[in-house]
């Protein structure tokens, strides 16, 4: 059975979505006059500013997070104070 492909209209010029995992975190970037990338960080302080740096370089403006309990977290406050709609 072939699955049907569901597509949405962007709204966000230029945006991330993260699933947000225990001991990992693994954001997908999209958005005008960007390459789809995805990419995958471990969540200690450390990685969670590469994370963060990374997303800035390429001029992310909003991130949406999915997550289990409590582990969005220390991603939020690795990244709500650097600008981002979080």
Not at 1 to 6: A, F, G, I, K
Not at 8 to 13: C, G, R, S, T
Not at 24 to 33: A, C, E, M, Y
């Given at each position: 059975?072939?699955?049907?492909?569901?597509h949405?209209?962007?709204?966000?010029?230029r945006g991330c979505g993260i699933d947000v995992h225990k001991k990992?975190?693994?954001?997908?970037?999209?958005?005008?006059?960007l390459k789809k990338e995805t990419r995958e960080f471990s969540t200690f302080t450390s990685s969670?500013?590469?994370l963060k740096e990374w997303l800035l370089f390429n001029k992310?403006?909003?991130?949406?997070m999915e997550s289990t309990g409590v582990y969005w977290k220390p991603v939020y406050?690795?990244?709500?104070p650097s600008g981002?709609?979080?």
């Open positions: 059975m072939e699955r049907e492909q569901v949405f209209e962007q709204v966000i010029a990992t975190v693994v954001p997908t970037i999209k958005g005008s006059g969670l500013t590469e992310i403006i909003h991130v949406a406050k690795v990244l709500e981002l709609t979080v």
